[in-house]
């Protein structure tokens, strides 16, 4: 089982789509038993908070459910529980790394690195712009389980 944890400042918008994004794609291609997806936060500023609306109302127009999501925090505990920590920014990494103690097993990343695309997933937080999050955080998802599936096939 590929075990990924998506990681955002508040884990209201852009972690929790991507989450609920891959979870809708990995079920779609009946694989969701090969996969354990969440999403928390680097931050405690929105800890217990439901999905943001803006992030809730692009699930909604894709009728994937966050039901029942609620922001929680990452922990250092964590790196062992999961092979890969996803950011959708660099400080989201910088943040990651700082709690973890450093990155020995390379599992921290962002997310549209899998897309070849080396910047961030702006924050609609600042930006109000959920539609061009969710275009990053889909191109990003898609591309990282392609390349999963690759790696899962070469096993």
Request: hydrophobic share 25%.
């Given at each position: 089982m590929i075990k990924i944890m998506f990681v955002c400042h508040g884990n209201i918008c852009r972690s929790p789509m991507a989450e609920f994004?891959?979870?809708?794609?990995?079920?779609?291609?009946?694989?969701?038993a090969n996969f354990l997806i969440k999403s928390s936060a680097t931050s405690?500023?929105?800890?217990?908070?439901?999905?943001?609306?803006?992030?809730?109302?692009?699930l909604d127009r894709l009728n994937i459910s966050c039901a029942g999501k609620r922001a929680v925090k990452l922990s250092a505990k964590?790196?062992?529980?999961?092979?890969?920590?996803i950011g959708m920014d660099g400080a989201n990494v910088s943040n990651m790394?700082?709690?973890f103690g450093g990155d020995a097993k390379g599992k921290v990343s962002m997310l549209l690195d899998y897309a070849g695309e080396s910047?961030?997933?702006?924050?609609?937080w600042w930006t109000g712009d959920f539609?061009?999050?969710?275009?990053?955080?889909?191109?990003?998802?898609?591309?990282?389980?392609?390349?999963?599936?690759?790696?899962?096939?070469?096993?």
């Open positions: 994004l891959l979870k809708d794609l990995v079920e779609k291609k009946g694989d969701s405690s500023e929105e800890l217990g908070n439901p999905v943001h609306n803006g992030t809730r109302g692009v964590d790196y062992d529980s999961y092979d890969y920590f790394k700082r709690l910047r961030d997933v702006a924050d609609p539609e061009q999050t969710y275009l990053d955080v889909k191109k990003g998802v898609e591309s990282l389980y392609e390349q999963l599936k690759k790696v899962a096939n070469k096993k």
